[in-house]
């Protein structure tokens, strides 16, 4: 899945959040880029957060060109331990924000680009939350297994009074600048509006990325769209 970089402040997206829920009020072939970036930034499905040092408000927890791209956020990313840093959580699987970032394609498209082909759906068996705009720092950057394996460890979905999910895969994408991390989550317990919340919680590097999704507010028609 291709993404590209958000062109739009997300301090506009914010303040048009409450007021406009596109995905609800337009289907998604009359989406402008700016309602797309609003799904890809500002939403139910994508949520922007400061990181914590890992062991200061929790620690690791165990369980179970010529293109742009679109939905990153504006600051936060690179560097050091240097306090906390912002970082965009995103439910990739979930309609709205695949139909986003296709939009966005689209609309940036030259005239004469041809629709790409069909593929396997890599959401058939998962739910995929990503993080971006974060970099591990210091020594494990250099040591992909080495921080594959803490992804792994320190990664779960957190749902009240059920085992939290663990993912079964995680791919780091650093290419034409992107720092971005998606994170694979087995469909083996699937998630549904009664569960009312799910928190997201990861340990990267040496920084703890946590927060939570509303699911009543992640619907569009009535319908839970996670997958």
Not at 18 to 32: F, L, Q
Not at 36 to 48: M, R, T, V, Y
Not at 134 to 155: F, I, K, M, P, V
Request: charged share 25%.
């Amino acid at each position: 899945m291709q993404l590209l970089r958000a062109g739009f402040p997300v301090i506009a997206c914010a303040v048009s959040f409450c007021a406009t829920e596109v995905w609800n009020t337009k289907v998604s072939s009359r989406w402008t880029e700016a309602d797309a970036n609003l799904i890809l930034n500002h939403s139910p499905w994508a949520k922007q957060v400061k990181t914590k040092t890992a062991g200061s408000g929790g620690g690791a927890r165990r369980g179970g060109v010529g293109r742009r791209r679109v939905g990153y956020p504006t600051g936060g990313g690179g560097g050091g331990n240097v306090g906390p840093m912002s970082a965009l959580v995103r439910w990739e699987s979930a309609k709205p924000v695949q139909e986003a970032e296709t939009r966005v394609r689209e609309l940036n498209a030259p005239a004469d680009t041809k629709p790409a082909s069909g593929s396997a759906d890599p959401f058939e068996k998962h739910y995929v939350v990503s993080v971006i705009g974060l970099r591990a720092s210091g020594r494990q950057s250099g040591r992909s297994e080495s921080l594959r394996d803490q992804l792994l460890t320190t990664t779960q979905l957190v749902r009240k009074n059920k085992t939290p999910i663990g993912p079964d895969d995680v791919k780091v994408k650093t290419e034409d600048g992107a720092n971005e991390i998606q994170f694979f989550f087995p469909k083996t317990s699937p998630i549904s509006i009664e569960d009312k919340e799910v928190t997201f919680h990861s340990v990267i590097g040496r920084m703890t990325v946590e927060d939570k999704f509303d699911l009543k507010k992640m619907t569009r028609s009535g319908r839970l769209e996670l997958d």
